[in-house]
């Protein structure tokens, strides 16, 4: 047991004595979740707008596409930078030259089957939305698996007006536990003691919580100054820390009241 501890305390102290050196939370991190690139353009090349192309999922899902396009402008949209909303890119989309709906299937064929869109669709856009750079997001899996829990994994790719890629990650996130857990006990008769929080709950709601995980996690590494609520109160990185620990906790939370839900038709 003791030895156990140890192994766990390790990791924390490290952290712990990372941050008190100046380095910052993504650096001090001892273990890295998700596949992420960053070019270096970000830190001279300051972006403004944004435009958050329409989420496409692997498997089509239309209510996961608009609840993960809501939840990435809830979550991150406090930042000093603008974020143009995948509705209203939906919209511009529908009334750009041609057939009615050509560019709208052009761009979700190049984000399902790349993560992102080309460096010189990337420049179309742009232009035709006015802004510096979009943003592609792709639902790689979302479903409930291992006999009850929730799994969403997703590609983001942040593409600038020149065609540039600026910044991707990808990675996964669960919730819940499995109906098989082996966390469950056995009565004296060696029949099965069902906890509490592994009783049957709502697909959606585990889901959802799955999906904050993932978005609150991605904090750490999404581009200032994209994302800078967490910074607001204190510039240091042990603020910087804290912040996000606090935004993480506050999605995760299971006794948090649900945030309003987009429709979806």
């Not at 609840?67 to 009334?95: C, H, K, N, S």
């Not at 939305?129 to 479903?143: F, P």
């Not at 910087?240 to 935004?247: I, L, M, S, Y």
């Amino acid at each position: 047991m003791n030895a156990a501890k140890n192994r766990l305390a390790c990791p924390i102290a490290c952290a712990l004595v990372a941050l008190a050196i100046g380095l910052s939370p993504a650096a001090a991190r001892p273990i890295a979740r998700d596949d992420l690139y960053r070019s270096a353009r970000l830190d001279t090349h300051p972006l403004t707008t944004v435009a958050l192309l329409p989420a496409v999922a692997v498997a089509d899902n239309p209510g996961a596409e608009r609840l993960v396009e809501f939840e990435w402008v809830a979550l991150y949209g406090e930042g000093t930078t603008t974020w143009m909303p995948a509705d209203q890119v939906r919209a511009r989309l529908a009334l750009a030259a041609g057939e009615p709906g050509d560019l709208f299937r052009e761009v979700n064929e190049q984000v399902w089957q790349r993560g992102e869109v080309e460096p010189r669709m990337a420049g179309r856009l742009a232009q035709l939305l006015g802004v510096d750079a979009v943003l592609s997001l792709r639902i790689d899996r979302w479903e409930i698996a291992d006999g009850g829990r929730a799994a969403v994994e997703m590609t983001a790719a942040l593409t600038h007006a020149d065609g540039t890629r600026l910044w991707s990650i990808s990675g996964l996130a669960g919730y819940g536990h499995s109906i098989r857990s082996a966390e469950q006990s056995f009565n004296m008769d060696m029949s099965w003691v069902r906890r509490a929080y592994l009783e049957p709950q709502d697909q959606d709601h585990k889901l959802g919580h799955a999906l904050y995980g993932l978005l609150a996690r991605w904090a750490w590494s999404l581009p200032a100054p994209l994302y800078a609520r967490a910074v607001a109160d204190d510039a240091s990185p042990a603020g910087a820390f804290a912040g996000n620990q606090r935004e993480s906790e506050r999605v995760r939370d299971p006794g948090a009241p649900p945030a309003p839900r987009p429709s979806v038709e």
